[in-house]
């Protein structure tokens, strides 16, 4: 996949290629930008709400943003004075959710996470304190204040706050 400077994989672009492969070249790889209308931009993503409404959702913010950048940022390349997206709302709601293991599956976990070898105590973190795979190795020992661990730059962008018990 594509690399930032620093050399790390730009997940975020290999999806973005996905999306363009997937959801756009066809109907719109032929054309120049500047012949997109803004109904050609709403037809792509009706047809994808009716497939995929999540799917649309994220069709929806890549080119939200890409037309965003060809009037913006990227108006010297692209000289394009109109954004197609004006006006496009995003196509579906979505809702959170929320998983919690079962009572029965803590105790599988817990009663094979030995297997893991020295990963287990990381293992055994995530579970009692509900954080992401990489949170617990972004803390440091001044984010306790008190009873409470404060993670920082979470998936979400927001602090996480964890509860600490003896």
Request: hydrophobic residues 35%.
């Amino acid at each position: 996949g594509e690399k930032s400077k620093s050399g790390k994989v730009l997940k975020s672009a290999d999806e973005k290629w996905r999306i363009y492969n997937a959801d756009m070249h066809e109907q719109l790889g032929s054309k120049l930008l500047s012949e997109v209308s803004r109904l050609d931009v709403a037809k792509l993503i009706d047809a994808k709400k009716s497939k995929a409404p999540i799917g649309a959702n994220r069709l929806y913010t890549h080119m939200n943003q890409f037309w965003g950048w060809c009037v913006g940022a990227g108006y010297a390349q692209t000289e394009l004075e109109t954004n197609v997206m004006q006006h496009i709302e995003k196509p579906a709601s979505e809702n959170v959710r929320e998983r919690y293991l079962s009572d029965e599956e803590i105790k599988l976990f817990l009663a094979n996470v030995h297997h893991a070898g020295s990963a287990a105590n990381h293992l055994k973190t995530l579970l009692y304190t509900g954080m992401r795979l990489r949170e617990p190795l972004r803390c440091t020992f001044g984010a306790i204040d008190g009873e409470r661990l404060r993670v920082p730059d979470t998936k979400n962008g927001l602090d996480f706050v964890v509860y600490l018990s003896p």
